[in-house]
């Protein structure tokens, strides 16, 4: 009887310490944070109560979502190929108006994944030496331009595209 009742209070404890656990912290859960947000930001104030519609939307975001936000989109159920359906967990709260730090924390007691997403850091083209950089992030910061470097063979080829095409892709 009396380790029937220590097993109960160890697992109370341990429940306690992962509920604790499943608040946010500083940059956790960036990419869910920040897509959801920039979502939310996007629909009409007709929309947003309709969780359909939110639905629908959402996988139309995810559509031409890129990267890390595609990675998310993946994990919720928002893209054709997706294993996992929990896109309700968003689109519920999002409808009544829940904190979208709520419901991304929420979704990390879900699959706890979907908060280890993080973006890359982005080079600042106004300070970097592209001479300094690798290839492989030449090629990266064209891709993320959505460009190519068609006939580009050696490193000077990109750097010579990417000041080429600087002025369009870059805020003044």
Same mark, same amino acid.
């Given at each position: 009887?009396?380790?029937?009742?220590v097993?109960?209070v160890?697992?109370?404890?341990?429940?306690?310490?992962?509920?604790?656990?499943? +608040?946010?912290?500083?940059g956790?859960?960036?990419?869910?944070?920040?897509?959801?947000? *920039?979502?939310?930001?996007?629909?009409?104030?007709d929309?947003?109560g /309709?969780?359909?519609l #939110?639905?629908? $939307?959402? %996988?139309?975001?995810?559509?031409?979502? +890129? *990267? %890390? @936000?595609?990675?998310?989109?993946?994990?919720?159920?928002?893209t054709?190929?997706?294993?996992t359906?929990?896109? &309700?967990e968003?689109?519920?709260?999002?409808?009544? &108006?829940?904190?979208?730090?709520k #419901?991304?924390?929420?979704?990390?007691? *879900? /699959?706890?994944?979907?908060?280890?997403?993080?973006?890359?850091?982005?080079? /600042?083209l106004?300070t970097? @030496?592209?001479? *300094?950089? $690798?290839?492989?992030?030449?090629? +990266? #910061?064209?891709? @993320?331009?959505?460009e190519?470097? $068609?006939?580009?063979?050696?490193?000077s080829?990109?750097?010579?595209?990417?000041?080429?095409?600087?002025? +369009?892709?870059?805020e003044?």
């Open positions: 009887m009396q380790s029937v009742q097993f109960t160890a697992l109370a404890a341990l429940c306690f310490v992962l509920v604790a656990d499943a +608040k946010l912290k500083e956790e859960c960036e990419v869910c944070i920040k897509f959801t947000q *920039k979502f939310f930001d996007g629909l009409t104030s929309e947003r /309709d969780v359909p #939110i639905e629908k $939307r959402f %996988r139309e975001a995810c559509a031409v979502a +890129k *990267k %890390r @936000d595609n990675r998310f989109c993946y994990y919720v159920g928002g054709e190929d997706a294993a359906g929990i896109l &309700g968003i689109s519920k709260p999002l409808s009544f &108006g829940k904190p979208v730090e #419901i991304c924390e929420a979704l990390k007691k *879900k /699959d706890s994944q979907i908060c280890d997403l993080r973006y890359e850091k982005q080079i /600042d106004k970097v @030496d592209l001479k *300094k950089l $690798r290839v492989r992030d030449l090629k +990266k #910061i064209l891709s @993320d331009w959505d190519d470097c $068609r006939g580009c063979a050696e490193k080829d990109f750097i010579a595209r990417i000041e080429q095409l600087k002025p +369009k892709h870059t003044l």
